[in-house]
């Protein structure tokens, strides 16, 4: 336990899916409307040097981030995405456009540059190290009592904030899949979260990985969301360990009540995403979306997806005013421990 450091993998192919739909979706969500609770259950150190040794040793953001940095023309919800991580790394009056790629900023830094000052944010982070990272990164941000962290179970530590008093929910679920029992976990998770709160938006991370716990967990997400959007991306074919290289090569996103843009957005985006980020000839996506059946209907899977290159009519001006956290993250001491040479770890 606790062989998993995300320093090692920030920015890498499975952040840059995770993240460009994340803001996505929190985006819309602040768009209007009453305060939003968000929690990530699972929030990692908040934000990440490059430049230091876990990044550099893994390279892993290389074949991320870094291969969207000064690509042109990238359709409108990645370019965000790019915006938000350049925020990170603009050095005083330089332009964006100019900003080398440095620090990345994780799921906590990016939901709260979304954020409204009434919403809140709730992270759980069990990492003795991480957890003071996280709040280092944190200290003095946001809005007064707009932020909440605790070095606890994030599973269970969610159950105390859905439903919120303002109804409107969104929850960001990404284990590390360290313990292979955090599969069961999400499922239960989630199942119980419905149950409390029917409409919370709820976003699962997942590995693609060919073990049975892996390849249950869609099915069993599937059987308890009302409606669903499930999209994944493989920046390469089946790889094992031995060949060298992460042997993760595909991630997931099974988001529950997604906002309706969510799956336009993702026609647009994965196409493009494959193209920079394919690392052989494996490289390609699955995306597909679906609704529980109403009493008396039958269920209905189906394609989120509307029209390709679809305009997407939210922009990042007609939300907040607040400038981004703009804060340097607290560098990772080296860890003496390098993440375990099994797939469960290389993320
Ligand atoms: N959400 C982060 C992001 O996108 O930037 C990355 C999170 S990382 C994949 C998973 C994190 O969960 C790790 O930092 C790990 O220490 C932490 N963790 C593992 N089990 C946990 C649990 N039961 N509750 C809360 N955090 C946990």
Redesign the pocket.
């Known amino acids: 336990m ?1 062989s ?1 450091r ?1 320093g090692f993998h920030a920015g890498n192919h499975a ?1 840059v899916l ?2 460009m739909a994340l803001l996505h979706v929190v985006n819309y969500l602040t768009e209007k409307g009453a305060p939003l609770m968000v929690v ?5 150190a908040g934000a990440y040097a490059l430049e230091d040794t876990f990044a550099q040793k893994s390279g892993e953001y290389l074949e991320g981030i870094a291969r969207l940095w000064n690509a042109k023309h990238l359709p409108a919800p990645l370019a965000r995405y790019v915006e938000a991580v350049r925020a990170l790394n603009v050095e005083g009056d330089a332009k964006p456009q100019e900003a080398a790629l440095r620090f990345y900023p ?2 906590p830094l990016l939901l709260l540059n979304a954020l409204r000052p009434e919403d809140k944010l709730r992270l ?4 003795p190290t ?1 957890i003071e990272l996280l709040a280092r990164n944190f200290k003095g941000v946001g809005a007064p009592r707009q932020i909440m962290i605790q070095r606890a ?3 269970a530590g969610l159950k105390a904030f859905i439903p919120p008093p303002s109804r409107r929910a969104f929850v ?1 679920i ?3 899949y360290e313990d292979k029992a955090d599969y069961a976990r999400v499922a239960d998770t989630v199942a119980d979260a419905l149950k409390r709160f029917p409409t919370c938006t709820i976003m699962v991370w997942y590995p693609v990985l060919p073990r049975p716990e892996a390849r249950n967990l869609v099915p069993r997400l599937q059987r308890v969301a009302p409606k669903w959007v499930n999209a994944q991306l493989h920046v390469a074919g089946p790889r094992r360990a031995s060949d060298g290289g992460s042997s993760m090569t595909g991630s997931g996103l099974f988001v529950i009540n997604p906002p309706y843009t969510l799956g336009t957005m993702l026609v647009q985006t994965l196409p493009k995403l494959v193209e920079l980020l394919r690392q052989d000839g494996g490289a390609t996506h699955v995306l597909e979306g679906g609704e529980k059946k109403a009493p008396g209907k039958s269920a209905r899977p189906q394609a989120p997806a509307q029209s390709e290159g679809g305009s997407d009519r939210r922009t990042a001006a007609t939300k907040s005013p607040r400038a981004p956290a703009k804060r340097k993250p607290v560098d990772l001491e080296p860890d003496p421990r390098e993440p375990k040479d099994d797939p469960r770890f290389r ?1």
């Not at 990530?40 to 990692?44: F, I, L, Q, R, V």
């Not at 759980?124 to 990492?127: D, N, V």
């Open positions: 606790f998993y995300h952040d995770k993240h990530d259950t699972h929030a990692g994780g799921s759980f982070e069990l990492h991480d179970d994030g599973f960001l990404d284990p590390s993320r």
